[in-house]
């Protein structure tokens, strides 16, 4: 749904992924700004939203998760939401929505009653019968990545994080590893990954799939380029999506 980062360009806004399955039914990871308006644009109902993994609690990853814990409040069969998010998630949400000075109201709208909200740090669990998710502690700002198994295949999501050797062994094996990339290496800044970074993660993790997500407009200006040498770093397959692009895996 958003590939980029807080600095809208016109290809890219805010993280957020929508992870579709016959198995798995819809899974948003990330839940940044302009996300709604996506699953509007590609006509996916955002009641049918059955969970929301959320890597960490910064605006470009999160802001649209209070509008979609609201719109279920409008909905005829009041469908509840299941939220998993890094330590801190349960209070952060529960003060968002029930503090008379934030977004208090929602609670008098039944908000508290729609939402089932789990807290990851390490370690696995089953999201239903047939989907298991994984997370582990990266190095950017309490965040956490997560790792699902459905089907067959093993996705892994980065989140927001610079070079990890710990989230690299974590990711091993994946299927697919969508893994951010923020800016060239000359133009890091702040705790993310840059291009040379990435190109040595994708030759260590060897997914069969690697996306390439949260280019600030730095990055994205060289998109042409990191392709190639991603492509020339390990086997698999190399995206670097747009905002609305699909993959099918
Ligand atoms: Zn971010």
Not at 6 to 20: D, V, W
Not at 27 to 34: A, E, H, K, R, V
Not at 96 to 124: A, M, N
Request: proline share 6%; charged share 30%.
């Amino acid at each position: 749904m958003g590939a980029g980062s807080i600095i809208p360009t016109p290809l890219r806004f805010s993280s957020g992924i929508l992870i579709e399955s016959s198995k798995a039914g819809k899974i948003l990871l990330d839940i940044g700004p302009g996300t709604i308006e996506k699953l509007r644009k590609l006509g996916v109902n955002p009641n049918e939203i059955e969970t929301v993994l959320v890597t960490h609690l910064h605006i470009d990853h999160v802001v649209d998760l209070l509008p979609l814990i609201k719109l279920r409040a409008y909905a005829s069969d009041k469908r509840r939401l299941k939220i998993y998010g890094p330590k801190g998630i349960k209070e952060w949400l529960s003060l968002l929505i029930t503090d008379q000075r934030l977004f208090g109201y929602l609670s008098r709208l039944g908000c508290p009653d729609l939402i089932d909200v789990h807290e990851k740090h390490s370690g696995s669990s089953l999201l239903n019968p047939d989907v298991k998710v994984s997370s582990t502690p990266v190095q950017h700002f309490g965040g956490i990545a997560y790792k699902l198994e459905l089907g067959g295949r093993t996705i892994t999501y980065s989140g927001d994080t610079p070079r990890d050797p710990k989230l690299i062994e974590f990711a091993r094996g994946s299927t697919v590893l969508i893994h951010e990339c923020s800016f060239p290496r000359e133009k890091l800044f702040g705790k993310h990954t840059s291009d040379e970074d990435l190109i040595r993660i994708a030759s260590e993790v060897e997914p069969e799939v690697l996306i390439v997500v949260h280019l600030y407009p730095e990055m994205e200006e060289r998109e042409e380029s990191l392709k190639r040498r991603l492509k020339d770093a390990f086997h698999g397959e190399v995206y670097i999506p747009r905002d609305l692009d699909i993959i099918e895996v």
